[in-house]
Each structure stands twice: as C-alpha cells, then as structure tokens.
C-alpha cells in the first residue's frame, strides 16, 4: 500500500510547476565526485606499485641467494662429478645382455618370444637417467631442502617427479 500511495502522488504531480535543479550545483557534485574518485584510484596505484616495487626486490634477493648457494655448492667436488656418458652407458647394456645369455638354457627357452627389445630400453633408460640424478641426489643429502633442489632440477629439463621417486628409494 505504501508503493501506490507514492505512485498516485507523482501522477497527480504537475512537473511544470516544479523548479529546475541548479546546474552549478549538479556540476559542483559532479566535480566533486570526479575528483575524489581520481584521488582515490591514484592513492590505490600508487600503493600497489610500490609493493609490486617491495615484491621485486625481495625476488632479486632471492635470485641473488639462490646464486650464492649454487656457488658455493658448485665448489663441493663430490656434487659436480660428470654423469656417465653414452658410451658407459652402452657397456651397461652389453653387460645387461651377457647377464641374460648366462642364466639357464631353459629358462631363455620357456622365456622365448616374451623377452622383447623394449624391456631393455626401458631398463637402459632408467640407468641412463639415474647419473643425471645423482648429483641433485647429492645436493639434498648435502642438507639443500628438497622443494629448492626439484626446483633446479626443473630448471635442468629434468622430470621433478622422477627425482621424487628416486629419493623414496
């Protein structure tokens, strides 16, 4: 009942006979309102830009500690032994196959068409990638905490999960 009593109030109003709003005073609001609001925007850009500047320079802190320390862990021996190249890894897999020619006649006999050149790779792989772990394996025994040392690992072009599984082994 309230919203038809205002209702019936402004058909019966005459608008001719009201006043027209001030136009100073409008263009007053107007400005004011502009120029609060551009205050404000400024205030709020500037605080974000210089926290955004703060969050920099504590990245580049961080960046600069991560060199340190992988100077100073470049300066251990033990961690910064060459992996094995191609060539041991390939007297790896003659010594894998002369392995196998060894173990009983029957056994290859019963094992036959089973034994396929993939199981092999798959194996040569895993050995092939365990050096190229080993020295980030190094780092972590070290004392290096384990999220900073997958990290590097990633940054290496290495697989961070397949480091993971190595050090639950």
């Known amino acids: 009942m309230q919203d038809t009593l205002p209702n019936q109030e402004i058909e019966k109003l005459d608008l001719s006979k009201v006043a027209a709003l001030q136009q100073k005073r409008t263009l007053a609001f107007l400005n004011h309102f502009m120029i609060t ?20 320079q504590k990245l580049e802190k961080v960046e600069a500690a991560m060199i340190l320390l992988e100077a100073r ?5 033990e961690i910064n032994e060459t992996p094995q190249t191609s060539s ?3 007297s790896l897999n003659t010594s894998e196959i002369k392995s196998e020619d ?3 006649p029957v056994q290859q006999e019963d094992k036959g068409i089973e034994d396929k050149p993939e199981d092999n790779v798959s194996q040569t792989s895993e050995t092939i990638k365990k050096p190229e772990y080993d020295r980030f394996i190094k780092l972590v025994q070290v004392g290096v905490p384990l999220q900073a040392v997958k990290l590097k690992v990633a940054i290496e072009g290495l697989d961070p999960d397949e480091f993971e599984c190595l050090m639950k082994k």
Not at 37 to 56: A, G, I, P
Not at 73 to 77: A, V
């Open 37 to 56: 609001t551009v205050q404000f925007l400024n205030t709020f850009s500037k605080k974000c830009e210089k926290k955004l500047m703060q969050f920099e």
């Open 88 to 90: 041991t890894a390939e």
């Open 102 to 104: 060894q173990t009983d």
């Open 73 to 77: 862990l470049s300066s251990i021996p």
